[in-house]
């Protein structure tokens, strides 16, 4: 039976009394005790460790308190006392273990000790470290390079990404997909084309000078928390903030820092000063909209002999395209925009007097912009707007994507990509006396495409949880079974970890809020912010069990295992000193990392050189671009008994992490199994809070994707939209929906259709008190 959902309207502002609770809550729930104790007060410190959760840069002058209710959250669940010992194995097959739910399997704690998958008793069974590394080592060599995929979610540090990338070319793969294939991968191929560079261009000061913020698509509250301090700062200077989100969202609405007595009493700030509810994918539509109002007013300036509206001196210096966009947002009708953004006109309008009026205008946007079919196009549109005002390359301006996991960035910048021109072959070949392979390899979709076609035999994940966070679960779990080789490095249990191939290890390693000890001392590792800042990092607290080993550690073995030996790289050396592969990485990449060492301690990070910053436009043209969308951007069908489904984060996760079953600030409790849609929707298809539906993808496909006893809940979403969460819907998402250009699964408009279940059965227990978690 399932858990009755509790619907209750969060009324405060983000942060608050809530955070404290929460916090609170979720140390008694890990068994820990680290509030009193030096382990949060270091976390995002220059002389601590970078947190384990979101991205968002670290200030140079941090709070005494740099951390978050979610950090705080993600800190407990890494250095929780609860382990899973061998006997917990001895204790579950595998089957058994598939019934639990993501919560259970993550909650038993941390790994501790290598296991081997044995298939005639289902379960895992104890295995040495160099018995593994050794079978590992066989299996790989007795597998094609281009049968391999080597997976890396975005938390591994700097140090371990280089090693592993550059383990897997020697090998002979560029197999390199990562959990940036499923998040900004949009991001990275929409950038460089019309500016230069993949990352974004905002710094962390910039806040400080901006006048106009523009917000689409991220869930601040729950998905950056630390970066509402710098949106409420901006706040209370008056600087306008417009946000465009289908939900609105709590943090983004009013916050309050849970850490300021003074605010704590006094209610907490407004955030956004607009917020514009545009339909699920609308933003393309919205931005042009905004774009045709600035263009129109700029005619009619020019017109009547008044200063103009578009930086003219900007355009002509340093752009190319303006005449032919200007020319394209002149033709579009309002009624058209209307449709595809969900804004009146009076909205666009509203915005584009704001964006007009503001000198400096920093544009930020999240996984709402990137997951959709046309993702791609819609950050070219984001660039669109802030050139047409100057806004790159000047201060306070700038485009911000807020990346995701906390080093998914800086995995990129250091060769974890299946793209072979982001990667210095050349000089990977030089340094290290090799021919890498030259082919470019499997992006994540691309990659669950072999597998269904069983091409792949080998997948080594150096973390994540691949199986849930795809699209197209169904079909992918048995297809999954037929690989050859898996090898999980991970901290905690999750699903992929149960679906074994013919020969499965699952290797357990250290966290990074962990001591790193090798024979060279403690070792610190870094990272890359959202803001293109290199951070240091180093463990604060003893290992919970004594076997773990290090990420860098368990790469450098299975190299050695797989590999000649190669007399231009010692990896027993680069384990005993860390700061070896810092000045590995310095040498592959000499502009980027320049002083690598010296200076990976610096408040607030060092920054890399992005050329856009200055205006100096790394594009093919050596211009920034203006960029005309392709005449209709392609909509998910809404109508006709078809809805769109966002499958979006809850407060109570961090991606297929699930902390609790509660989304607090969205007011809902207890039940993840809910399907959000907005009251008209429910009324017109006669259904009543609490009904349980069954979603099923609307493709014709021959393929059934179909889930089930999800209870409606009614909520403020735009009409034809519903919201349900991740990674519980990704059964319902075709492997073939993904971003145009950069196949990011479009995770944020599945095309649904909705029908009632049989007979609702459903629990109000009220076992959990949920006052315990609020
Ligand atoms: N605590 C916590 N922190 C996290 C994570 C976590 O799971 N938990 N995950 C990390 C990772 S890997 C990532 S990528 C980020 C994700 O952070 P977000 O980018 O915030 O991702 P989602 O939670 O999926 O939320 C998407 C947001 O976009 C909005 N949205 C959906 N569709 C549209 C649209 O068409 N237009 C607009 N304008 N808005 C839309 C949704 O309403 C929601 O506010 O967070 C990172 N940080
Ligand atoms: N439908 C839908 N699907 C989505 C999304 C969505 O919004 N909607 N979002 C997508 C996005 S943005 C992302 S980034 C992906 C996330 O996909 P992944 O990055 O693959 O998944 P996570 O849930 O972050 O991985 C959690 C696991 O990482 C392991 N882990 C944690 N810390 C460490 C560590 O320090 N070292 C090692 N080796 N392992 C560790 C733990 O075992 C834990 O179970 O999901 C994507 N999938
Ligand atoms: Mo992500």
New binding site residues.
């Given amino acids: 039976m399932k858990q009755k959902v509790t619907v209750k309207p969060y009324a405060g502002p983000a942060g608050g009394w809530g955070s404290v609770k929460v916090v609170a809550g979720i140390l008694t729930q890990e068994e820990v005790a680290i509030l009193g104790s030096e382990i949060l007060l270091k976390q995002n410190k220059s002389d601590g460790y970078m947190c384990v959760?979101?991205?968002?840069a670290k200030p140079a002058k941090p709070r005494p308190f740099e951390f978050c209710e979610?950090?705080a959250?993600?800190t407990a669940w890494e250095v929780t006392n609860k382990t899973v010992e061998v006997e917990f194995f001895a204790r579950h097959t595998l089957s058994e273990l598939r019934g639990w739910s993501d919560h259970a399997l993550e909650e038993q704690g941390r790994l501790t000790a290598p296991m081997r998958y044995d298939v005639a008793l289902d379960k895992y069974v104890p295995v040495g470290w160099s018995e593994a590394f050794q079978e590992i080592g066989r299996e790989l060599k007795g597998l094609d390079p281009r049968s391999v995929v080597l997976y890396t979610s975005?938390r591994a540090s700097l140090e371990a990404s280089y090693m592993y990338q550059l383990f897997g070319r020697m090998y002979g793969t560029n197999n390199f997909p990562d959990?940036s294939n499923?998040?900004?991968e949009s991001t990275s191929v929409a950038l460089p084309p019309v500016i230069g560079v993949p990352v974004g261009t905002v710094r962390l000061p910039d806040f400080e000078q901006t006048d106009c913020i523009l917000?689409?698509?991220?869930?601040?509250?729950?998905?950056?928390?630390r970066m509402l301090h710098p949106l409420q700062e901006a706040a209370q200077r008056g600087v306008p903030i417009i946000?465009?989100?289908?939900?609105r969202?709590r943090g983004?609405e009013r916050f309050t820092n849970p850490q300021d007595p003074i605010q704590m009493v006094a209610g907490g700030t407004r955030i956004s000063s607009q917020y514009?509810q545009?339909?699920?994918?609308?933003?393309a539509g919205?931005i042009i909209g905004i774009c045709k109002a600035v263009i129109e007013a700029d005619d009619e300036a020019r017109s009547k002999g008044h200063e103009r509206i578009v930086d003219v001196a900007f355009i002509e210096q340093h752009t190319r395209g303006f005449d032919a966009f200007a020319d394209f947002c002149r033709a579009q009708s309002w009624l058209d925009l209307e449709r595809t953004s969900g804004l009146r006109q009076a909205a666009m309008f509203q915005a584009a007097s704001t964006y007009m009026a503001a000198n400096a205008v920093i544009a930020n946007?999240?996984?709402?912009?990137?997951?959709?079919r046309h993702g791609v196009e819609?950050v070219k549109m984001i660039v669109n707007l802030l050139l047409l005002r100057g806004n790159i390359g000047k201060p306070g301006a700038g485009i911000s994507p807020?990346?995701?996991?906390s080093n998914?960035q800086g995995q990129r910048t250091v060769g974890i990509s299946e793209k072979t021109k982001l990667v210095p072959l050349d000089k990977l070949k030089e340094l290290y006396a090799f021919e890498p392979p030259r082919w470019d390899g499997l992006t994540t979709v691309d990659a669950c495409e072999a597998i269904l076609k069983g091409e792949v035999r080998g997948f080594v994940s150096l973390g994540g949880n691949f199986i849930r966070c795809i699209p197209e679960r169904s079909l992918m779990e048995p297809a999954w079974t037929r690989l050859r080789l898996s090898v999980q490095i991970a901290t905690k249990l999750n699903r992929t970890h149960l679906v074994p191939g013919e020969v499965t290890f699952l290797l357990p390693c250290l966290g990074r809020i962990e001591i790193d000890q090798q024979a060279n001392g403690p070792q610190a590792v870094a990272m890359e912010d959202s803001t293109a800042c290199i951070h240091g990092s180093r463990g604060q607290r003893k290992p919970v069990a004594e076997r773990l080993l290090s990420e860098p550690r368990i790469i450098a073995e299975m190299a050695k295992a797989t590999l000649p030996p190669n007399p231009k790289l010692d990896w027993d050396a680069w384990v005993d000193n860390y700061a070896l592969v810092r000045d590995a990485i310095e040498r592959t990449y000499p502009d980027q990392f320049k002083d690598f060492n010296k200076r990976m301690f610096e408040p607030g990070g060092f920054p890399r050189p992005l050329g856009a910053r200055e205006r100096k436009w790394k594009t093919p043209n050596g211009k920034a671009n203006f960029t005309v969308p392709e005449a209709a951007f392609d909509m998910s069908p809404a109508g006709d008994g078809v809805f769109e489904l966002?499958?979006?984060?809850?407060?109570g996760?961090?991606?297929?992490?699930i902390y609790n079953e509660n989304d607090r600030f969205r007011g809902i409790y207890r039940s993840r199994e809910v399907v959000l849609m907005n009251a008209d929707d429910m009324a017109e298809w006669g259904l009543a809070q609490g009904d349980l539906v069954t979603l099923e993808t609307a493709a014709d496909d021959g393929v059934e994707r179909r889930l089930r006893g999800l209870q409606v809940v009614p909520y403020d979403v735009p009409r034809g939209?519903i919201?349900g969460y991740?990674p519980e819907c990704n059964v319902l998402v075709p492997l073939w929906h993904f971003a145009k250009g950069s196949k990011v699964p479009a995770?944020?408009?599945v095309p649904v259709r909705i029908s009632r279940d049989p007979v609702p059965e459903l629990t109000d227990t009220h076992e959990i008190p949920i006052t315990a978690v609020e």
């Avoid at 807020?402 to 996991?405: M, Q, S, T, V, Y």
Wanted: net charge positive.
């Fill in positions: 959760s979101c991205s968002w979610n950090g959250k993600a975005g959990s499923m998040c900004h917000f689409f698509g991220h869930n601040t509250t729950t998905n950056a928390p946000t465009f989100n289908p939900l969202e983004l514009h545009v339909r699920f994918g609308g933003d919205a946007y999240g996984m709402g912009v990137t997951q959709h819609t807020i990346r995701g996991h998914v966002m499958t979006t984060r809850a407060d996760q961090f991606n297929t992490t939209g919201v991740y995770a944020k408009s």
